[in-house]
């Protein structure tokens, strides 16, 4: 019980790691005019080609993606691209508001609404991938990143996403229903533990003498080493490679190959669920490597681009399973999602906040859990009637749109009802 309740921590640090770097990349393109300039060279064009020619677009493509009728229709819809910026806003409403994690709906929200899931998880790096390269600046960072640290891990990253590309894009020449169900399995664990301790969190929180005040929680994360990072620093396998020279007098040193495999793990996670790998990041550099928080921070959004991009770029795009009008409306919509969800923090409860997380992970575990045994009984694995999985997935999508739709209804309404609080005009 203490190992999984050890896990469900790891994951949430993680998620709110990754939560805050989606903040911050958001805050760097609406603070750029520059910035806002590209995004609107790449999405005017997809909205006016698309609205203008959408009908002799629809008649020239294929009807769907691909060889097989699994994938998504190829084609421009206002639709489709307006159903790209209400999941992108949902999802930037949850990391601004909440702090932590927002993206983990993403996959499963496009998976509800249709999206197979190899073409989900592609299009989410695409989508993670343009929000690094518009949203980093590198050279405030660069006091904070290790570059020996980055290149080590990226040697196995860059090796994790390769296998995890070759594994989905295996399963799916193999029977996309099998794709579907693997991806679907590993959501299913992954927002199972992490909607679990949330929620264990969260009822913690409310008997806490604070009531739960605090928004994010946490204590300063990575000040001391645990015992773990102790022991992995105490084995001398070389090649070694040196760290927080600045924090500690001659640094601190660890073995290549531990930043290798980490790495390794990361980039299958990324390229196999599509989230950038930055919730699993900050919690093995920090818990088990002994990373200072300060470094790991830098570090990470450095390798965030360059996984993110090596997965998303060279593992899904150029076998075509990134749906772009779909990526550049999830970008819009969390621009501006985070950016509400933000504000809306500084007139909520805390408690509140970390109950809304706890149900947004468990409408993400409910939708993909109802949504398995239906892909499962498709490719032999038990009996299930048809009724009885459409059933299933009914409830299931139910479950996980009301769920978010109240959340995201609610951040908007506490916005706008606060709205000249907000700006300093009431107390």
């Not at 709110?16 to 995004?39: F, P, Q």
């Not at 299913?188 to 605090?214: C, T, W």
């Amino acid at each position: 019980m203490n190992f999984f309740r050890k896990a469900g921590q790891m994951m949430y640090l993680g998620a709110k790691a990754h939560a805050d770097w989606e903040i911050e990349m958001a805050g760097n393109i609406l603070r750029s005019r520059k910035r806002l300039m590209v995004l609107g060279f790449l999405t005017l064009p997809i909205l006016i080609f698309g609205v203008v020619f959408a009908g002799d677009i629809a008649s020239e493509l294929p009807h769907m993606i691909g060889s097989k009728t699994a994938l998504t229709p190829s084609f421009f819809t206002v639709g489709i691209f307006v159903s790209s910026i209400l999941i992108g806003l949902c999802a930037g409403l949850i990391t601004g508001c909440i702090g932590a994690g927002g993206g983990f709906i993403i996959a499963p929200a496009l998976m509800s609404a249709g999206i197979k899931g190899i073409l989900a998880v592609g299009t989410d790096l695409f989508h993670i991938f343009a929000k690094a390269i518009m949203g980093s600046v590198l050279h405030k960072k660069l006091g904070n990143i290790s570059v020996s640290l980055a290149i080590i891990f990226l040697i196995g990253s860059m090796g994790g996403a390769t296998l995890g590309g070759l594994l989905n894009r295996f399963l799916y020449d193999l029977n996309p229903i099998i794709s579907d169900a693997f991806i679907t399995t590993i959501y299913v664990l992954m927002l199972g533990g992490l909607g679990a301790y949330s929620l264990i969190d969260y009822l913690q929180a409310r008997k806490a003498p604070d009531g739960g005040g605090s928004a994010h929680g946490g204590k300063s994360e990575g000040a001391e080493m645990g015992s773990l990072p102790k022991k992995l620093q105490a084995v001398h396998l070389p090649p070694m490679v040196t760290f927080d020279q600045g924090l500690i007098p001659g640094g601190r040193q660890i073995s290549s190959w531990f930043l290798i495999l980490s790495g390794f793990f990361v980039g299958l996670a990324a390229a196999i669920m599509g989230v950038g790998g930055g919730f699993l990041t900050f919690p093995i550099f920090v818990y088990v490597l002994g990373v200072s928080s300060m470094t790991t921070v830098g570090t990470d959004i450095f390798q965030i681009i360059f996984t993110a991009g090596y997965a998303g770029i060279g593992q899904y795009a150029i076998y075509g399973f990134i749906f772009y009008t779909l990526a550049m409306g999830m970008l819009l919509g969390s621009l501006l999602g985070i950016q509400i969800g933000a504000m809306s923090t500084k007139v909520v409860k805390g408690i509140t906040i970390r109950g809304f997380y706890a149900m947004a992970v468990l409408a993400g575990f409910i939708n993909r859990f109802f949504a398995l045994p239906a892909k499962l009984a498709s490719v032999g694995a038990f009996p299930l009637s048809k009724g009885t999985a459409n059933i299933l997935n009914f409830i299931g999508n139910l479950s996980f749109f009301i769920i978010i739709s109240i959340f995201a209804l609610w951040v908007m309404g506490t916005f706008f009802m606060n709205i000249k609080k907000l700006k300093g005009e009431e107390v």
